[in-house]
């Protein structure tokens, strides 16, 4: 029989008939892909991508160094670009200067930076929109309580 899920390009989601009966891993790639895709648009209206994010905030951070920055960004790592490429491209956008081997955010950095915080921060309310305070404690609580299991 041929259902309204089974075929191609139906979404599966809050609304689909048969979405309770998905494994919590696939809901955990699922809204992964949703948040990635989503910040990925947020961050485009700056022309940058996460990892020039997660750049930014650690040199607000106080990371200033090239070294310093691989360091608070490894957990970050993945398949992202080398830090030096994140910082060339920084710099090209003048967002970011070097000086002496330390790395600073510019005025026009610091602008963008603010900009950005403001994008993230409505990003992030988005995400948990109509989401109680205890329900999203619960959440995490439940993802930590996985994490330690798999660990």
């Known amino acids: 029989m041929d259902t309204a899920h089974d075929r191609p390009g139906h979404v599966h989601g809050p609304g689909c008939d048969h979405s309770a009966d998905k494994p919590i891993g696939w809901w955990l790639k699922h809204v992964?892909?949703?948040?990635?895709?989503?910040?990925?648009?947020?961050?485009?209206?700056?022309?940058?991508?996460?990892?020039?994010?997660?750049?930014?905030?650690?040199?607000?951070?106080?990371?200033?160094?090239?070294?310093?920055?691989?360091?608070?960004?490894?957990?970050?790592?993945?398949?992202?670009?080398?830090?030096?490429?994140?910082?060339?491209?920084?710099?090209?956008?003048?967002?970011?200067?070097?000086?002496?081997?330390?790395?600073?955010?510019?005025?026009?950095?610091?602008?963008?930076?603010?900009?950005?915080?403001?994008?993230v921060r409505d990003h992030r309310a988005r995400i948990t929109d109509g989401i109680g305070d205890d329900e999203y404690r619960a959440t995490i609580a439940v993802l930590q309580r996985i994490a330690r299991n798999l660990s």
Do not use: C, Y
């Open 32 to 119: 992964d892909r949703l948040i990635e895709s989503s910040l990925d648009r947020t961050l485009a209206g700056e022309g940058i991508g996460r990892r020039h994010w997660q750049t930014l905030n650690a040199i607000a951070g106080g990371a200033d160094t090239a070294a310093a920055l691989d360091a608070s960004l490894a957990p970050f790592r993945g398949t992202g670009p080398e830090i030096r490429m994140v910082l060339d491209q920084l710099r090209a956008k003048g967002w970011v200067q070097e000086a002496a081997g330390r790395v600073t955010i510019t005025p026009a950095g610091a602008a963008a930076r603010g900009r950005l915080v403001a994008a």
